[in-house]
């Protein structure tokens, strides 16, 4: 089976840095994709990661390690609508049939003034 | 470009009774998928279409089920009839391909609520 987790809870100051880290275990691994949730609305797309490395987009970059099934989602210059879930989801070919996503339960990231 | 948009956005129904949900994919998507969250559990996975054929429908609960793409456009999923844990919000993603690359990202909805009581 799959397995992805993520911390439940964290905070942060306004202005600062925070990394919320994501471990999984998978067969078949095809990408890792993190997305950020208010409450009431939609996921939105973040990033996406297929191999190693870093993805810097703006105030967000991702990390991925394949060989230690492990990423990280960094948020720079944090501000108060980053007040989110932020959810790391896998794709596979092992789970959720050939192309659906296996999500963790989301991190619910509190900034603080 | 309009999203994925879902309707209703919140839909309370009693058990045993049916329940429609419609998802409007993003146009010129060929790939469709339905997820579920129920309370306190992580997003999962129920079915996958391109253009109107069922790619894979590995994640759908049980045979109260029963999701629809005709014409490969927007997609209804029926539950028939409902019981109480199958409360919880019902979320539809789109993406133009499913290869390597950008266009396998999959666009969310902003879900359909649903509460059996």
């Known amino acids: 089976g799959q397995n992805i987790d993520q911390p439940t809870e964290m905070t942060a100051t306004e202005g600062a840095i925070v990394q919320i880290n994501c471990t999984y275990q998978t067969s078949g691994f095809n990408g890792l994709f993190w997305y950020q949730q208010h409450a009431g609305e939609a996921p939105t797309f973040l990033s996406y990661n297929v191999l190693d490395g870093l993805e810097e987009k703006g105030r967000f970059s991702s990390f991925l390690s394949r060989s230690k099934g492990y990423s990280y989602l960094l948020l720079k210059e944090l501000q108060m609508k980053d007040s989110a879930s932020y959810l790391c989801?896998?794709?596979?070919?092992?789970?959720?049939?050939?192309?659906?996503?296996?999500f963790g339960k989301g991190t619910h990231l509190i900034i603080q003034p | 470009e309009a999203g994925v948009t879902q309707f209703p956005s919140h839909s309370v129904i009693e058990k045993g009774q049916t329940v429609t949900l419609r998802c409007d994919p993003i146009?010129?998507?060929?790939?469709l998928y339905w997820y579920r969250r129920v309370m306190g559990k992580e997003i999962k996975f129920l079915l996958h279409f391109v253009k109107e054929s069922k790619q894979d429908e590995s994640g759908m609960p049980n045979n109260r089920f029963l999701a629809e793409r005709t014409g490969g456009t927007y997609s209804t999923l029926k539950v028939q009839p409902a019981e109480l844990e199958d409360s919880g919000v019902y979320f539809c993603?789109?993406?133009?391909?499913?290869?390597?690359?950008?266009?396998?990202?999959?666009?969310f909805g902003a879900g359909t609520r649903l509460s059996v009581l």
């Open positions: 989801a896998v794709r596979s070919y092992s789970g959720g049939g050939a192309d659906g996503l296996t």
């Open positions: 146009s010129g998507h060929d790939n």
């Open positions: 993603a789109s993406s133009q391909d499913t290869g390597a690359g950008t266009k396998n990202i999959q666009y």
